[in-house]
Protein backbone atom coordinates (compact mmCIF):
# COMPACT_ATOMS: atom_id res chain seq x y z
CA UNK A 1 0.00 0.00 0.00
CA UNK A 2 2.68 2.78 1.01
CA UNK A 3 5.20 1.53 -2.03
CA UNK A 4 2.11 2.39 -4.78
CA UNK A 5 1.46 6.17 -3.04
CA UNK A 6 5.15 6.32 -2.66
CA UNK A 7 5.47 5.31 -6.48
CA UNK A 8 2.31 7.62 -7.34
CA UNK A 9 4.13 10.93 -5.33
CA UNK A 10 7.24 10.45 -7.22
CA UNK A 11 5.43 9.80 -10.82
CA UNK A 12 3.34 12.91 -9.57
CA UNK A 13 6.28 15.08 -8.65
CA UNK A 14 8.38 13.89 -11.82
CA UNK A 15 5.35 15.19 -14.44
CA UNK A 16 5.10 18.47 -11.91
CA UNK A 17 9.11 19.07 -12.45
CA UNK A 18 8.88 18.63 -15.72
CA UNK A 19 6.17 21.29 -16.05
CA UNK A 20 8.67 23.81 -14.64
CA UNK A 21 11.36 22.66 -16.56
CA UNK A 22 9.38 23.35 -19.71
CA UNK A 23 8.02 26.87 -18.27
CA UNK A 24 11.84 27.92 -17.98
CA UNK A 25 13.18 26.84 -21.30
CA UNK A 26 10.05 28.32 -22.61
CA UNK A 27 10.70 32.18 -20.84
CA UNK A 28 14.72 32.35 -20.81
CA UNK A 29 16.35 33.70 -24.17
CA UNK A 30 18.84 30.85 -25.16
CA UNK A 31 21.83 31.57 -26.49
CA UNK A 32 24.01 29.05 -28.86
CA UNK A 33 26.11 27.54 -26.61
CA UNK A 34 22.96 26.34 -24.59
CA UNK A 35 22.51 23.55 -27.24
CA UNK A 36 26.13 22.95 -27.27
CA UNK A 37 26.37 22.34 -22.91
CA UNK A 38 23.71 19.66 -23.69
CA UNK A 39 25.89 17.47 -25.24
CA UNK A 40 27.98 17.39 -21.81
CA UNK A 41 27.82 14.04 -19.53
CA UNK A 42 25.89 14.98 -16.85
CA UNK A 43 24.32 18.09 -18.05
CA UNK A 44 20.60 18.47 -18.64
CA UNK A 45 18.74 21.26 -18.98
CA UNK A 46 18.37 23.22 -15.94
CA UNK A 47 21.95 22.88 -15.30
CA UNK A 48 22.90 24.10 -18.94
CA UNK A 49 20.88 26.84 -18.24
CA UNK A 50 22.50 27.49 -15.11
CA UNK A 51 26.18 27.41 -16.61
CA UNK A 52 24.23 29.64 -19.71
CA UNK A 53 23.32 32.38 -17.55
CA UNK A 54 25.69 32.25 -14.80
CA UNK A 55 28.61 32.59 -16.34
CA UNK A 56 27.18 35.28 -18.70
CA UNK A 57 29.55 36.49 -21.51
CA UNK A 58 32.75 33.73 -21.70
CA UNK A 59 34.98 35.67 -23.86
CA UNK A 60 35.42 37.92 -20.23
CA UNK A 61 37.57 34.64 -19.18
CA UNK A 62 41.07 35.01 -20.93
CA UNK A 63 42.24 31.81 -19.87
CA UNK A 64 40.62 28.07 -19.10
CA UNK A 65 41.89 28.82 -15.31
CA UNK A 66 39.79 32.10 -15.11
CA UNK A 67 37.16 30.39 -15.45
CA UNK A 68 37.52 26.94 -13.20
CA UNK A 69 38.93 29.80 -10.53
CA UNK A 70 35.18 31.84 -10.70
CA UNK A 71 33.51 28.46 -10.70
CA UNK A 72 35.26 27.69 -7.12
CA UNK A 73 37.27 24.54 -9.27
CA UNK A 74 40.60 24.84 -8.15
CA UNK A 75 41.85 24.58 -4.63
CA UNK A 76 42.51 28.47 -3.16
CA UNK A 77 45.76 27.76 -0.87
CA UNK A 78 49.40 29.35 -1.23
CA UNK A 79 52.20 27.19 -0.82
CA UNK A 80 55.94 27.77 -0.65
CA UNK A 81 58.43 25.09 -0.98
CA UNK A 82 56.32 22.48 -0.51
CA UNK A 83 54.77 23.53 2.71
CA UNK A 84 51.51 25.33 2.80
CA UNK A 85 51.19 28.65 4.32
CA UNK A 86 47.48 30.22 4.02
CA UNK A 87 44.73 29.63 2.07
CA UNK A 88 42.77 32.33 -0.04
CA UNK A 89 39.47 33.56 -0.44
CA UNK A 90 37.67 30.00 -0.92
CA UNK A 91 34.53 31.98 -1.08
CA UNK A 92 35.26 34.00 -4.28
CA UNK A 93 33.62 33.11 -7.55
CA UNK A 94 30.47 31.96 -8.27
CA UNK A 95 28.76 29.71 -6.01
CA UNK A 96 25.93 28.58 -8.48
CA UNK A 97 28.14 27.56 -11.15
CA UNK A 98 30.21 25.44 -8.58
CA UNK A 99 27.05 23.70 -7.58
CA UNK A 100 25.82 23.09 -11.23
CA UNK A 101 29.54 21.47 -11.85
CA UNK A 102 29.11 19.04 -8.75
CA UNK A 103 26.09 18.21 -9.96
CA UNK A 104 26.97 17.87 -13.46
CA UNK A 105 30.00 15.40 -12.09
CA UNK A 106 27.40 13.25 -9.62
CA UNK A 107 25.08 12.62 -13.16
CA UNK A 108 28.30 11.85 -14.79
CA UNK A 109 29.63 9.59 -12.46
CA UNK A 110 26.87 7.70 -12.52
CA UNK A 111 25.56 7.56 -16.31
CA UNK A 112 28.58 8.13 -17.85
CA UNK A 113 31.13 5.16 -18.60
CA UNK A 114 34.38 7.20 -19.51
CA UNK A 115 33.14 9.29 -16.57
CA UNK A 116 32.93 6.65 -14.21
CA UNK A 117 36.47 5.29 -15.08
CA UNK A 118 38.15 8.33 -14.46
CA UNK A 119 36.25 8.63 -11.20
CA UNK A 120 37.61 5.75 -9.90
CA UNK A 121 40.76 5.88 -11.18
CA UNK A 122 41.03 8.95 -9.03
CA UNK A 123 39.34 7.82 -5.77
CA UNK A 124 41.40 4.73 -6.25
CA UNK A 125 44.60 7.20 -5.44
CA UNK A 126 42.91 9.35 -3.14
CA UNK A 127 39.50 9.98 -0.99
CA UNK A 128 35.71 9.88 -2.84
CA UNK A 129 35.54 13.89 -2.43
CA UNK A 130 38.85 14.82 -4.24
CA UNK A 131 37.95 12.63 -6.81
CA UNK A 132 34.45 13.99 -7.70
CA UNK A 133 35.89 17.03 -7.38
CA UNK A 134 38.46 16.88 -10.02
CA UNK A 135 35.39 15.29 -11.77
CA UNK A 136 33.87 18.84 -11.51
CA UNK A 137 36.66 20.51 -12.31
CA UNK A 138 37.14 18.54 -16.13
CA UNK A 139 33.68 19.28 -16.47
CA UNK A 140 34.35 23.25 -15.48
CA UNK A 141 37.05 23.10 -18.31
CA UNK A 142 35.25 21.19 -21.02
CA UNK A 143 32.58 23.60 -20.41
CA UNK A 144 34.45 26.54 -21.14
CA UNK A 145 35.77 24.99 -24.16
CA UNK A 146 32.55 24.16 -24.95
CA UNK A 147 31.29 28.01 -24.45
CA UNK A 148 34.19 29.62 -26.34
CA UNK A 149 34.51 27.89 -29.48
CA UNK A 150 31.35 26.71 -29.93
CA UNK A 151 31.72 22.98 -30.28
CA UNK A 152 30.00 19.79 -29.10
CA UNK A 153 31.14 17.98 -25.97
CA UNK A 154 33.67 15.15 -27.08
CA UNK A 155 33.84 12.49 -24.01
CA UNK A 156 37.14 11.32 -25.08
CA UNK A 157 39.04 14.19 -25.12
CA UNK A 158 38.26 14.95 -21.74
CA UNK A 159 38.88 11.27 -20.15
CA UNK A 160 41.84 10.48 -22.74
Known amino acids: ?13 GTQIQKIEKAIVSKVKLRAEFEKLLTMSG ?4 LALTIMLET ?14 YCRKVPSKWTSNNK ?5 N ?22 DDLARK ?5 SAKTNTMIARSALAHKLARAAYYIMR ?3 AFDPHKLFA
Open 1 to 13: MSGTVNDETIKFI
Open 43 to 46: VGEI
Open 56 to 69: GAINRFKKVGDFTS
Open 84 to 88: MRGKG
Open 90 to 111: VKNGNKYLSWAFSEAAEFARRY
Open 118 to 122: FYNRK
Open 149 to 151: DQV
